[in-house]
């Protein structure tokens, strides 16, 4: 084709036949191109494209034109050429239809049958054959007089003739109404340009994409049968096991010397990220028990075991039992020994490898393992003495996971099996004399009838559901009960969401059928059980006219369930800062409530999406208790989502608030399979998964569920009946439920502790922070904090501080003797919205410092974590003097405040009191003497603080030479710019200390309370005193030079001074 376009680029495509009558004739219509065959190839390079041959057959006067040419000028003239309307490839195919279809096929002169053929047109590969013919037809209309001659009347060759003509007809027919169609829509476009036609195919293709997704999300879905629970324990098979024995009275434990140890575990870990090791921590801390971990020693690394005589461990774990068995001599004998002294029991786990032996006997144990098995159909041993959630069940069919169990065989009686399992099948290596039908044993029980110490062996880690259940068990076993779970175990299962929801997803007259079935199933099993249902009465009536059937389905049987408020229009209570704007949402629901009769007096409510419960709206709480009279809410996010098993409860402006768990079922969680990661996983969390361990490990669980889940498939029907059923197949929980507020009674009964909440920065919380009011900001939190003592020179450093313009104090308290003491005393109740009060908005975040001084944290219990907890990153300033001068000094301040106790007794009757002295007394009297435990409190805030964090300021330096302390104190925080305090202070002769310099030789001084003059101190109190405080002193003294921080010089002194005494 190139060949005939002079400057053409070249191609492998075969130009379309020409007729062999006119080809180099004189007087043919290629006469006046040349003698060149007239073909309808590409244009020249840079030519435009709507100059085609025919646009210059017009020009040319139709000289040298082709019939085909003159065909195409008359149908589309000046408008544009066929190729501009049909495309290149559907023009030259109209300008061969318009010569005749009965020329021969020849190109250049080549004529007969070796002349090269031509393929098919593209326009023709794409549209078909049919296709083509018709826009031919369109290209030459019917002479007058005679009928339109047909392509393919004439037998053609390669077309079939007049019998292909009869095949294509019907197909013709049908395609030229679509061509026509076609052709009427894409004529008006054809002066858009290109770019424009592709934006007008992209937003058409959007358009139709979205009516495609809203069909498929609107259109009914197939229906699937519906999951059915778990059976009964007598059903057996894969849905349940076998039916419960009769519980067997274990032997009683040999009882720890309670009075001699403490109720903390030691677990010796491979390391401390191991899998076993974090699933033994996780279960421990999910059950509340204090516990201790240690890297496993190798020889002479055992820790301390006892701490005045008495022992500091209940339990020892050891990840790898191998590590306990090959203990050199001398900790092994250690241990043994402190073992049988204090009636501790030992827990090992023996994971088997590829390079374990497959048998072999446990070094200084009648005991032989066998390794690296695969096992089946497991069965608890109902004689086992450790069992107490355990419930023994019938046999289990089917495969253990993994291919690496290890089993015990011993003739010794002091080993009793506790887990029994079979070999499989497949299973190569059978162990000695043991017989593939043979039970055997993969935990074991030591009796402690050989060596005196009671133990429990696991031939598997925790990654087998039952054996974390059996450890619960030997845990509570070996610690005599001491760390036990009780067997109660109370559940409720919210719903949220009724009447909320997008058409599909709620609830019909049959889904309220088979919720109210479902609650008297379980009534059967969990006494007086009932849904617990919240509502939000703006989208009553919003479904499809079947959803708004089981609407009305719902509130006909209201008192069948218990009912709490969601919010009207289910809004997020943190958006809104006006009380008055949330309680007109309360309200609202409140009176959908009356007018339908829903019983709302449970004093129970949920916030959506837990916006306002934590952290802290001070409003919604206010609002709830106003319209409501809210007492309990629950949350799942306090003090984080994860890991769960860290939630917990506290109270707050009265109202406590429960920990709410999760239970796989979301919103979108609404087909059984369609479940995230398959249905299986659903199922494995109910059989001995996370939603099993859940309700094993809380005495109390608030379930979260929503609305969706007991429409379509029920899932939440499905999982809270399978997950009762196989409770009570497996374990001997008492299963129960209670309305909210007795509920909440009950778990501050058990965990007093957790009454007084914990607060957390909202903005170390990606999910906190977007259930936070936006109008709140982090930057008005202190960036340091002047901890105290009291009496130790806090309040000059707080005004020396105060005097660098990027430094900013916190505002007085007008009740707390100017210091907010909010970490320290009833304030922290108030939340951290009261505390961030006392702060202003600080111009640059990054280069202005906020502080705030309070000189009781320092030697408060409660203090370090309660700052660590909301200031993780904040710097700690404290100031040290002679703790017999701080003594006396705080001893002159309460007489100078008028304290009768101060007042009538002397300072040494006040230090010297014994424990039967008033109380009046002795509390003035720890006053004195218990901020001086320096090394004490230290450790305290070193155990929330890395020392990194922790500046000691010398308080003799700072009251001598306050410009060192305080350049000290400049480089500690790192503030910028430096303040040259040599200009700053000046010593005033008159006060007696350092104060500012003014103009005119002038100074600003603290008040009259500081810097008291009284009189010295008696030698036989500073005796005294000097005496009680001497080993304190040398554990500061430790400490200060483990953290390699300066020793004041008031310590050296007084060192020196018990040294030579």
């Known amino acids: 084709m190139g060949s005939h376009y002079p400057g053409a680029l070249p191609s492998a495509r075969v130009a379309p036949p020409t007729p062999p009558s006119v080809v180099g004739l004189p007087g043919s219509p290629s006469a006046g191109l040349g003698g060149r065959t007239p073909t309808h190839g590409p244009p020249q390079l840079g030519e435009p494209r709507r100059r085609t041959r025919t646009r210059l057959c017009q020009r040319a006067g139709r000289r040298g034109c082709t019939s085909a040419d003159r065909e195409l000028t008359r149908r589309f003239g000046d408008r544009g050429s066929a ?75 390669g077309r079939g003739g007049a019998r292909g003509q009869r095949r294509r007809r019907p197909i013709r027919r049908l395609l030229f109404p679509a061509m026509l169609k076609l052709w009427k829509v894409v004529r008006p476009a054809r002066q858009l340009e290109l770019h424009r036609l592709i934006l007008l195919l992209i937003a058409f293709s959007l358009i139709s994409m979205g009516f495609l997704a809203y069909y498929v999300s609107t259109s009914p879905k197939a229906k699937e049968p519906l999951p059915l629970p778990m059976g009964d324990c007598s059903s057996g098979g894969a849905t349940g096991p076998g039916p419960a024995r009769s519980p067997v009275q274990p032997r009683p434990p040999r009882p720890p010397e309670t009075a001699r140890t403490e109720p903390v575990v030691l677990v010796f870990m491979e390391s401390a990220y191991s899998q076993l090791g974090q699933e033994i921590v996780a279960i421990l801390e999910s059950s509340r028990f204090r516990y201790s971990t240690e890297l496993a020693p190798g020889r002479g690394d055992m820790p301390t075991l006892t701490d005045n005589a008495r022992g500091r461990y209940v339990l020892v774990i050891y990840e790898n039992l191998l590590k306990y068995v090959n203990l050199d001599a001398r900790s092994r004998e250690l241990l043994d020994r402190y ?82 399992a079979s070999l499989r099948p497949s299973e190569s290596s059978v162990p000695g004399p043991v017989t593939r039908q043979a039970r055997l044993p993969t935990v074991v029980q030591d009796l402690g009838l050989h060596d005196g110490i009671q133990r429990v062996l696991f031939g598997h880690g925790l990654s087998f559901w039952l054996h974390k259940l059996v450890f619960v068990d030997a845990v509570a076993y070996l610690t005599g009960k001491r760390l036990c779970l009780d067997l109660d175990r109370y559940i409720l299962v919210d719903i949220d969401d009724i009447f909320v929801g997008k058409e599909g997803t709620r609830m019909k007259v049959a889904d309220v059928e088979a919720l109210l079935t479902t609650q008297n199933k379980l009534r059967t099993l969990i006494p007086n059980f009932t849904f617990n249902l919240g509502f939000s009465g703006k989208f009553y009536h919003t479904g499809t006219e079947e959803e708004d059937a089981g609407d009305d389905m719902l509130l006909k049987h209201r008192k069948e369930f218990w009912w709490f408020p969601h919010m009207w229009s289910h809004m997020q209570p943190h958006l809104f800062h006006n009380r008055s704007v949330l309680a007109d949402q309360m309200r609202l629901n409140k009176q959908f409530a009356l007018e339908h009769g829903i019983p709302t007096d449970l004093g129970y409510a949920v916030a959506p999406h837990h916006s306002g419960v934590y952290p802290i709206h001070t409003q919604l709480y206010e609002a709830w208790k106003s319209v409501w009279g809210i007492q309990v809410t629950s949350t799942e996010e306090y003090p984080h989502l994860r890991p769960a098993r860290y939630r917990r409860g506290f109270i707050h402006n009265g109202i406590m608030v429960l920990p ?40 109390i669980s608030i379930f979260m569920t929503h609305l969706s889940n007991y429409g379509n498939d029920r899932l939440g029907l499905y999982t809270f009946e399978s997950l009762v059923r196989f409770l009570q197949c497996w374990t001997r929980l008492r299963l129960q439920t209670l309305p909210p507020v007795p509920l909440a009674q009950k778990y501050f009964e058990l965990f007093p502790q957790e009454q007084s909440p914990l607060w957390q920065n909202p903005c170390d919380d990606k999910r906190h922070k977007d259930i936070w009011s936006k109008e709140k900001t982090c930057d008005r939190l202190p960036k340091f904090l002047i901890v105290g003592p009291q009496k130790t020179g806090t309040t000059a450093v707080h005004f020396f501080l105060s005097l660098h313009p990027a430094v900013t104090s916190s505002f007085p308290s007008p009740t707390t003797f100017e210091e907010i003491q909010f970490f320290s005393g009833p304030n922290y109740h108030k939340g951290i919205d009261w505390y961030m009060d006392f702060f202003p908005v600080p111009s640059n975040a990054s280069t202005d410092f906020l502080f705030e001084k309070s000189a009781t944290y ?35 301040h309460q007489r100078a405040h008028g304290d009768p106790v101060a007042l009538n007794y002397t300072f040494y009757q006040v230090i010297s009191a014994s424990s039967q002295a008033p109380l009046a007394l002795r509390s003035l009297q720890n006053r004195c003497l218990v901020p001086g435990y320096y090394s004490t409190h230290l450790q305290r805030w ?120």
């Open 83 to 157: 190729e501009h309307y049909v495309g290149r490839s559907a023009a030259r195919h109209l300008s061969r239809a318009a010569v005749g279809p009965g020329v021969a096929r020849t190109r250049q002169g080549s004529t007969g049958r070796n002349a090269p053929r031509s393929p098919p047109p593209r326009w023709e590969r794409w549209l078909g054959l049919a296709a083509a013919e018709r826009c031919s037809e369109m290209a030459e209309p019917p002479r007058r007089g005679r009928r339109p001659r047909e392509l393919g009347s004439r037998a053609a060759p």
């Open 858 to 892: 320092f030697d408060s219990e409660v203090v370090p974590q309660r700052g660590a907890a909301l200031l993780p990153r904040a710097k700690i300033i404290t100031v040290l003097t002679n703790p017999v001068d701080r003594a006396y000094s705080w001893y002159q």
């Open 339 to 420: 073992c049988v002294e204090y009636g501790v029991g030992i827990i090992g786990f023996f994971r088997a490898h590829e390079h374990s032996l497959l048998s072999a006997q446990l070094k200084g144990f009648p005991l032989f393992l066998h390794s690296n098995l695969g096992l089946r159909d497991y069965q608890v041993n109902p004689s086992a003495p450790l069992l107490h959630l355990t419930r023994p069940s019938r046999m289990e069919p089917g495969p253990l996971p993994g291919d690496d169990w290890t089993i015990f065989q011993s003739n010794h009686s002091t080993y009793e099996p506790v887990l029994l």
């Open 660 to 699: 709410r768990q999760t239970c796989g079922l979301f919103t979108h969680t609404i087909f059984y399979n369609e479940y995230p990661g398959g249905s299986h996983e659903l199922d494995r969390s109910i059989r001995g998964g996370e939603l099993f361990l859940t309700v094993l490990l809380n005495p």
């Open 942 to 1061: 070193l155990t929330y603080y890395p020392s990194g964090q922790l500046l000691i300021v010398d308080g003799q330096e700072l009251r001598t030479n306050p410009v060192i302390s305080m350049e000290s104190i400049q480089k500690f925080l790192g503030i910028t710019p430096f303040l040259n305090y040599t200009r700053t202070l000046r010593f005033d002769e008159d006060k007696g200390f350092w104060c500012q310099g003014l103009e005119g030789g002038k100074t600003r001084c603290l008040g009259k309370s500081k810097g008291r003059r009284y009189p010295d101190m008696d030698t036989e109190s500073r005796l005294f005193l000097m005496e009680f405080f001497r080993n304190h002193n040398l554990e500061l003294s430790k400490l200060l030079s483990r953290l390699g921080q300066p020793v004041p010089s008031w310590l050296r002194e007084e060192l020196q001074h018990s040294t030579l005494g």
